[in-house]
């Protein structure tokens, strides 16, 4: 196996966590990540400026919605993605498969691949394995990630070994067609839904096709944490050591330190984005919804030990008469928020890591949780 | 008469046009200036630090919005508008006059004031001349307006000068109620629809009370710009020379630079930032809409002169795209440039008024515009 495209530094470890850095053609970024999710080409309300300023180091962009909306070949004649949203760090694509599977009554899927009708027009589109990663090369996407069937859940042992099957024959054609340079990096994806033998073989398949770095799809699907640890359990550790690792879609605050304690890297998830743009952020201590009425009158920020705009600017009384006005200030400065939020909580990660100190900031984690919102006024 | 609170220094004239400078409670702006509108104590779409970012050093309020959401005792309990905002520069509010005549069927005015129905919940209310200042001090306001009755238009000149009266009355019990405090200002309102010599009179009236400046009111109601002008040349001169004069909801790139030239100081409309909401962008040469599909493909800024970040940053193609796919981040781009340009607008009219070379800006102005859209690519 030649030498990966891309780099990969553990600079610690603890019990099964790592503590590294991830190195691109688009600069580089500390491990454990947290991805925000800019699907179409923005993470929803921020420019890029104001999402760097949250600490993230590395967007996700979809190949889906791209690929409807502008078109990956537009992309590609205006200088790839990179230039064309303004964000010069790197950015990791979901191939879209993901996407395709929820579209239900709209697509087919073969072994060639998936044909779908495009949400937005109706018009009728192909998703192959080798389109996928060329979509991806097109939008000049530092790490692409294999076309995979995201497998429903709940569903059948039979079902899942087939789905997790015809992944990995994509797989390999992904690799095929996946054209290496250095910076750039391909990832596989575990499927096998919650069936821990069918993801040890699935783990085993990418890891004998070898990759610049491994994902782990198909959870946060309606499964709950704990089958969710579980399945990482059984999975995290059929992976390759010196390459890194993806739990796609998560999630919560509690599962990202619960999966960074099972050996996870990187991570991406809507709940940040989505839930800021309808009231609800994160903190320290609880989730709060800002509609609520009873923060109308309080004059303290979301989360006093926060350094975030938001927090250093703005009263709960005023991001709450946001939301009831309707104002796009509020999803903006809840979004601020909510990222910041997420970037503070992998660079708390990461200390421990590098002192061996993690479980003790698991502990310390989960009291502060427990302890609810400030107290009231 | 005593000192007005309000410092206004006159730095430059040229013709009728004055340059100068106006001192409040939170700092001083230069004029001519731009005011941008954060009606509902927010400029849409952006945070306070990037609305200062584009050169702005004043931005308006609205009393009728803010009394009814969050209201004016809660905004001032929470430590006043400027904080609860974030915006620590001056702020001018507008009465509410003008929002409450636009409510048809909900208001009622008689001499004492106007009472109305909420068009938020549909509650009873009522705005004074009195009210009226009691709220802006409440808000903080380092510019408190007076409270008018805004003629409609058209109107028969009986009605347009029994309106005026009345708004004369309730220009001399707001200057009764309003409180001096250095570095805070009340401003009168002229009124007279298009009536020359109603004009003349509502200023007389009002430079016979003494304000800290005076306002142009009931204009760009739909008048057209000649009307408009012609109302300026009767009315402006009418006015004292050493206090600032504002002009009231206008307006257009070339509307500022003819009633600049008439002497006005002081501007503010909705057009920069609710035109870049819907996808129009103001440039030196013309208005571009966002959403045509001319620009899909267009790698170019709005325009390659302007030193605004969108124009730094982003082509045409990713604006257009942006509005076609809904996503929050066309508006606000769209919002910084529009604000951007008029503020490089006003600070482009003080050169020349120091200069003395007014006429000739204006007629190269006007050739710019005439010369239409950058050419195809």
Redesign the interface.
């Known amino acids: 196996m030649k030498a990966p495209a891309l780099g990969f530094r553990r600079l610690a470890r603890d019990g099964a966590a790592r503590r590294g850095r991830v190195t691109t053609a688009h600069g580089s970024f500390e491990t454990p990540a947290f991805m925000p999710v800019g699907t179409?080409?923005?993470v929803?309300?921020?420019?890029?400026?104001q999402v760097a300023a949250t600490g993230a180091e590395i967007i996700l962009g979809n190949t889906y919605h791209l690929m409807l909306?502008?078109g990956a070949e537009?992309v590609a004649?205006?200088?790839g993605l990179h230039r064309?949203?303004?964000w010069p760090g790197p950015i990791l694509t979901d191939s879209g498969g993901f996407q395709v599977m929820s579209l239900a009554e709209l697509r087919k899927i073969t072994d060639e691949g998936a044909t779908f009708k495009s949400h937005i027009d109706g018009s009728r589109h192909e998703l192959t394995p080798e389109r996928a990663v060329e979509i991806q090369r097109l939008l000049g996407s530092d790490i692409t990630m294999v076309l995979d069937e995201c497998t429903p859940f709940p569903v059948e042992r039979e079902d899942a070994e087939k789905s997790m099957e015809l992944s990995m024959r994509w797989a390999n054609r992904c690799k095929d067609a996946f054209e290496a340079r250095p910076g750039y990096g391909l990832f596989g994806i575990v499927q096998g839904s919650v069936f821990e033998d069918l993801r040890e073989k699935s783990a085993a398949a990418l890891a004998g096709i070898g990759f610049d770095g491994y994902a782990v799809g198909g959870l946060a699907v309606g499964e709950g944490q704990a089958t969710m640890l579980r399945v990482l359990d059984a999975t995290v550790p059929a992976l390759p050591e010196d390459r890194p690792r993806y739990l796609m879609g998560v999630g919560k605050p509690d599962d990202i330190v619960a999966a960074v304690r099972r050996g996870i890297d990187m991570f991406d998830c809507v709940l940040p984005t989505r839930s800021g743009r309808t009231g609800q952020a994160f903190t320290r201590r609880a989730v709060l919804n800002l509609r609520n009425a009873r923060h109308?009158?309080d004059?303290r920020p979301l989360d006093p030990d926060c350094a975030c705009?938001t927090c250093r600017?703005?009263?709960r009384?005023?991001l709450h008469?946001?939301f009831?006005?309707g104002?796009?200030?509020g999803?903006?400065?809840l979004t601020l928020h909510n990222l910041s939020y997420y970037q503070e909580l992998m660079a708390a990660l990461r200390k421990p890591i590098e002192d061996g100190e993690l479980d003790d900031f698991a502990a310390a984690f989960k009291k502060q949780q427990a302890e609810g919102d400030l107290p009231a006024l």
């Open positions: 179409a080409g923005t929803k309300g921020l420019t890029p400026e909306r502008p537009r004649r205006l200088g064309f949203m303004n109308q009158d004059p705009p600017d703005y009263s009384a005023y008469y946001l009831k006005a104002e796009m200030l999803p903006i400065l």
